[in-house]
């Protein structure tokens, strides 16, 4: 290559620099005051005690998951298990449910039931054999 040597390195460096500041402004911070998403109600959220029934073909240790929630569990083997989650009337979470069968017992089947006020918000079934595990998608209102 001709050419004198600082002329080169000018040019190097600059399309170094050309090359380098997409990927900067993608990944610098940029502290700026945020959005804030308010709820149309105001700031309480509502909620609603959402009843799930967990009913099973053989008994089993039962439970069920909801985010940001502990889990509920059956303390012993049963064949149905009643819980009360308090969620976002709203905006419901996905419940996780799940059963742990004899594995002696063969195929095995686990029925959730959601209910909102009295009123059938969810239901599904799911079959396996000893670990039985499944989301019950919970549609908003």
Do not use: H
Not at 16 to 31: I, Q
Not at 92 to 105: G, N, Q, R, S
Not at 125 to 131: A, D, I, P, Q, S
């Amino acid at each position: 290559m001709r050419g004198f040597p600082l002329l080169r390195l000018g040019i190097v460096a600059l399309a170094l620099l050309l090359l380098g500041l997409p990927v900067w402004m993608v990944t610098r911070d940029v502290s700026g005051p945020e959005a804030s998403v308010e709820e149309p109600g105001g700031d309480l959220q509502q909620t609603a005690s959402y009843e799930v029934v967990l009913t099973a073909s053989s008994p089993a240790l039962l439970g069920v998951r909801a985010a940001n929630q502990p889990t509920l569990e059956s303390a012993d083997e049963a064949a149905t298990f009643e819980a009360s989650l308090i969620m976002n009337a709203t905006q419901p979470e996905d419940l996780a449910v799940f059963a742990k069968f004899d594995p002696a017992a063969g195929r095995c089947a686990l029925r959730a039931e959601v209910r909102v006020a009295g009123k059938m918000v969810a239901d599904s079934t799911f079959w396996g054999e000893g670990l039985v595990e499944d989301v019950v998608l919970i549609s908003a209102p």
